[in-house]
């Protein structure tokens, strides 16, 4: 045999042995890329499983401290609260969303004090507040008005800094959000509160299972998101609503959802290099969920799998509510 006549370059000298192909990853996922979303029950003692999230409860804050000890033996240092607010309490003016002692800022106390160095980050959306189920305050013909809105998101953001949110988290898409919360945490002292803005997030039908899970949903009632969530058809102005989040003053910034929205991620690091993350959101999750309970795909390393496709488009974080499963999977 010629000896011309083989490759010069066999690309697969360097994946024969498992050894080798650890040192010439280019990506590694771990427990410290991940940011562990949970949804916060009132009353204590209560435990309510998510149907169409198979593993994800939602917990009153005494159990979300016991259940926090778990997850912070796992190398969980990040959570994203989302407070289950009962019918009640939501009204058209969503003024349950700044309350001092409301559940959200009763959850961000009891965390802060209990576990000092775990990062809490903090939801600034109206849509588990107002009556309607929409992300801002409405006018008389159902459109949600931006400028209104910002002023009742500024409050809520500062009562969540007052609470002790390490990093709030914009996610309800109004124009000018992050620049007049920005502003509004320098007045009021908090110049290291961070803000990470949802600042490509989606108008997705995959955020089913999550509206379920906080009981938005049924408030919608077929309507939807468009006027402020993005087109999943746009892409460049994903960029554009990135650039602007950035000079209003953004920490971080996020993709959401995640997976069928890679793109956005990778061209996001790629022109910003900025601290970027993505958001597995609740559709994606019960989409999985739903193959392992059939046995149509190998749980643990799918869900390794997906978490790292994250970074290797080049995302620094993932929100995802397989964190502990994957901190467990990755302990090993
Ligand atoms: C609300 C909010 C949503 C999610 C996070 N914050 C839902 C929505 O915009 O309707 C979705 C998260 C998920 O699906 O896991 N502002």
Redesign the pocket.
């Known amino acids: 045999m010629n000896p011309s006549s083989f490759p010069a370059r066999r690309l697969r000298r360097l994946r024969a042995q498992g050894a080798l192909r650890s040192l010439v990853a280019e990506h590694a996922l771990t427990t410290d890329d991940l940011i562990y979303?949970v949804f916060v029950l009132p009353g204590s003692q209560q435990r309510e499983a998510v149907p169409s999230m198979p593993g994800v409860e939602r917990l009153s804050i005494d159990l979300l401290l016991e259940e926090m000890k778990t997850w912070y033996d796992l190398g969980i240092k990040a959570l994203a609260l989302?407070p289950v607010t009962p019918m009640s309490q939501k009204s058209e003016c969503a003024k349950e969303a700044f309350n001092p002692d409301g559940l959200a800022q009763q959850a961000l106390r009891a965390l802060k004090s209990a576990f000092p160095d775990v990062l809490l980050m903090s939801?600034v959306?109206l849509?588990p507040f107002t009556s309607h189920g929409q992300?801002g305050l409405v006018n008389e013909n159902g459109y949600v008005m931006n400028d209104e809105t910002v002023e009742v998101l500024v409050k809520q953001a500062l009562s969540h800094a007052q609470a002790g949110a390490d990093i709030v988290a914009p996610?309800?898409m109004m124009d000018g959000r992050i620049g007049a919360i920005r502003h509004a945490l320098e007045q009021g002292g908090f110049i290291n509160t961070c803000i990470m803005a949802y600042s490509a997030?989606y108008a997705s039908s995959?955020?089913g299972?999550?509206?379920d899970a906080v009981g938005?949903a049924a408030n919608i009632k077929g309507g939807d998101?468009k006027t402020y969530?993005m087109d999943p058809a746009n892409s460049d102005e994903a960029l554009h609503e990135i650039a602007l989040d950035i000079q209003e003053g953004a920490d971080m910034v996020m993709v959401k959802p995640g997976m069928p929205y890679l793109d956005i991620v990778r061209r996001c690091k790629a022109e910003f290099k900025v601290p970027t993350f993505a958001?597995q959101?609740?559709?994606e999750y019960a989409m999985h969920q739903a193959a392992f309970a059939n046995g149509w795909l190998n749980e643990e390393a799918v869900i390794l799998e997906s978490l790292l496709a994250f970074k290797r488009a080049g995302a620094d974080g993932i929100l995802t509510y397989f964190a502990p499963q994957a901190a467990r999977l990755l302990q090993r």
């Open positions: 979303p989302f939801d959306a849509d992300d996610s309800d997030k995959y955020y299972p999550f509206r938005s998101k969530q958001y959101v609740s559709g």
